[in-house]
Protein backbone atom coordinates (compact mmCIF):
# COMPACT_ATOMS: atom_id res chain seq x y z
CA UNK A 1 0.00 0.00 0.00
CA UNK A 2 2.74 2.64 0.70
CA UNK A 3 4.51 2.07 -2.82
CA UNK A 4 0.87 2.84 -4.09
CA UNK A 5 0.35 6.06 -2.24
CA UNK A 6 3.69 6.58 -3.00
CA UNK A 7 3.01 6.36 -6.76
CA UNK A 8 -0.60 8.00 -6.30
CA UNK A 9 0.92 11.33 -4.77
CA UNK A 10 3.84 11.72 -6.87
CA UNK A 11 1.52 11.45 -10.08
CA UNK A 12 -1.07 14.01 -9.10
CA UNK A 13 1.62 16.37 -7.56
CA UNK A 14 3.25 15.98 -10.98
CA UNK A 15 -0.61 16.76 -12.24
CA UNK A 16 -0.67 19.98 -10.15
CA UNK A 17 2.55 21.25 -11.10
CA UNK A 18 1.47 20.35 -15.07
CA UNK A 19 -2.22 22.07 -14.39
CA UNK A 20 -0.10 25.48 -13.09
CA UNK A 21 2.29 25.74 -15.50
CA UNK A 22 -0.31 25.43 -18.14
CA UNK A 23 -2.01 28.88 -17.24
CA UNK A 24 -0.77 30.96 -20.27
CA UNK A 25 -2.16 34.21 -18.51
CA UNK A 26 -0.56 34.23 -15.30
CA UNK A 27 -3.91 36.67 -13.88
CA UNK A 28 -5.87 34.02 -14.42
CA UNK A 29 -4.30 31.98 -11.78
CA UNK A 30 -6.24 34.45 -9.48
CA UNK A 31 -9.77 34.50 -11.00
CA UNK A 32 -12.93 32.06 -10.51
CA UNK A 33 -15.58 31.49 -12.56
CA UNK A 34 -19.47 30.13 -12.35
CA UNK A 35 -19.95 27.92 -8.97
CA UNK A 36 -15.87 27.70 -8.33
CA UNK A 37 -15.31 30.15 -5.65
CA UNK A 38 -11.52 29.81 -5.11
CA UNK A 39 -8.71 30.58 -7.35
CA UNK A 40 -6.29 27.78 -8.75
CA UNK A 41 -3.69 29.82 -7.33
CA UNK A 42 -5.47 29.62 -4.02
CA UNK A 43 -6.48 26.36 -4.31
CA UNK A 44 -2.26 25.65 -5.34
CA UNK A 45 -1.81 27.35 -2.40
CA UNK A 46 -4.53 25.08 0.06
CA UNK A 47 -3.22 22.11 -1.18
CA UNK A 48 -0.14 23.13 -0.55
CA UNK A 49 -0.21 23.61 2.72
CA UNK A 50 -3.05 21.06 3.23
CA UNK A 51 -0.30 18.21 2.41
CA UNK A 52 2.52 19.71 4.49
CA UNK A 53 0.45 19.77 7.13
CA UNK A 54 -1.13 16.55 7.71
CA UNK A 55 1.73 14.49 6.43
CA UNK A 56 4.56 16.58 6.14
CA UNK A 57 4.64 17.62 9.88
CA UNK A 58 1.53 14.86 11.42
CA UNK A 59 3.07 11.96 9.92
CA UNK A 60 6.99 12.91 8.84
CA UNK A 61 7.38 15.76 12.02
CA UNK A 62 8.57 17.92 10.01
CA UNK A 63 8.31 21.42 10.73
CA UNK A 64 5.52 24.06 9.42
CA UNK A 65 3.37 26.26 10.41
CA UNK A 66 0.10 26.62 8.39
CA UNK A 67 -1.36 30.14 7.83
CA UNK A 68 -4.56 28.48 6.28
CA UNK A 69 -6.71 31.61 5.96
CA UNK A 70 -3.53 32.72 3.61
CA UNK A 71 -4.09 29.98 1.65
CA UNK A 72 -7.52 31.42 0.44
CA UNK A 73 -6.72 35.14 0.84
CA UNK A 74 -3.53 35.80 -0.73
CA UNK A 75 -3.33 37.12 -4.10
CA UNK A 76 -0.87 37.51 -7.40
CA UNK A 77 1.65 34.99 -5.62
CA UNK A 78 3.91 34.68 -8.92
CA UNK A 79 3.38 31.13 -10.76
CA UNK A 80 7.10 30.48 -10.10
CA UNK A 81 6.83 30.60 -6.35
CA UNK A 82 3.56 28.25 -6.75
CA UNK A 83 5.62 25.36 -8.71
CA UNK A 84 8.95 26.08 -6.23
CA UNK A 85 6.51 25.37 -3.61
CA UNK A 86 4.58 22.51 -5.11
CA UNK A 87 7.75 20.96 -5.75
CA UNK A 88 8.89 21.47 -2.33
CA UNK A 89 5.34 19.64 -1.04
CA UNK A 90 6.13 16.70 -3.40
CA UNK A 91 9.42 16.78 -1.64
CA UNK A 92 8.30 16.26 1.75
CA UNK A 93 5.64 14.04 0.95
CA UNK A 94 7.24 11.49 -0.97
CA UNK A 95 10.24 11.54 1.69
CA UNK A 96 7.56 11.09 4.42
CA UNK A 97 5.86 8.14 2.69
CA UNK A 98 9.12 6.18 1.90
CA UNK A 99 9.55 6.47 5.58
CA UNK A 100 6.33 4.81 6.66
CA UNK A 101 6.15 1.34 8.11
CA UNK A 102 2.84 -0.85 7.70
CA UNK A 103 2.41 -0.39 11.13
CA UNK A 104 2.71 3.21 10.30
CA UNK A 105 -0.18 3.18 7.94
CA UNK A 106 -2.70 1.35 11.12
CA UNK A 107 -1.56 4.10 13.60
CA UNK A 108 -3.86 6.62 14.44
CA UNK A 109 -3.64 9.99 12.99
CA UNK A 110 -2.43 12.98 15.24
CA UNK A 111 -5.82 15.18 14.88
CA UNK A 112 -9.12 14.07 14.31
CA UNK A 113 -9.07 16.73 11.11
CA UNK A 114 -12.62 15.38 10.11
CA UNK A 115 -14.04 14.84 13.27
CA UNK A 116 -13.45 11.45 14.49
CA UNK A 117 -10.54 9.27 14.82
CA UNK A 118 -8.89 7.43 11.84
CA UNK A 119 -5.88 5.98 11.11
CA UNK A 120 -2.57 7.40 8.67
CA UNK A 121 -3.51 5.33 6.05
CA UNK A 122 -7.55 6.13 5.96
CA UNK A 123 -6.20 9.72 6.26
CA UNK A 124 -3.43 9.39 3.62
CA UNK A 125 -6.54 7.82 0.77
CA UNK A 126 -8.24 10.93 1.65
CA UNK A 127 -6.02 12.82 1.61
CA UNK A 128 -5.63 11.86 -1.86
CA UNK A 129 -9.03 12.17 -3.04
CA UNK A 130 -9.46 16.06 -1.74
CA UNK A 131 -6.03 16.53 -3.79
CA UNK A 132 -7.90 15.22 -6.61
CA UNK A 133 -11.04 17.18 -5.65
CA UNK A 134 -9.17 20.19 -5.96
CA UNK A 135 -7.35 19.16 -9.36
CA UNK A 136 -9.96 19.10 -10.92
CA UNK A 137 -11.15 22.12 -9.99
CA UNK A 138 -8.00 23.95 -11.50
CA UNK A 139 -8.45 21.82 -14.75
CA UNK A 140 -11.82 23.26 -14.93
CA UNK A 141 -11.03 27.03 -14.45
CA UNK A 142 -7.69 26.79 -16.87
CA UNK A 143 -10.06 25.43 -19.89
CA UNK A 144 -13.12 27.97 -18.52
CA UNK A 145 -10.26 30.80 -18.31
CA UNK A 146 -8.33 30.61 -21.24
CA UNK A 147 -10.76 29.05 -23.97
Same mark, same amino acid.
Given at each position: $? +?A??H?????D?????A? $?E???V????? /????EV /???A &?? !??L???GN??T? +? &? /?? +?G?????????A????KD?P???????????????L?? !????S??D?????????L &??P $???G??? $?? !?????S??? &??????????E?
Amino acid at each position: $M +IAELHKLYSRDLDRLKAE $MEAFQVENNLW /KTKGEV /KNSA &GN !LCLHLNGNLRTF +I &G /KN +IGNNDYVRNRDAEFSLKDVPKGILLAQTEETKTIVLST !LSQLSPEDLEAPHKEEAL &GYP $MSNGFFL $MH !LLAHLSYHL &GQINYLRRVLEE
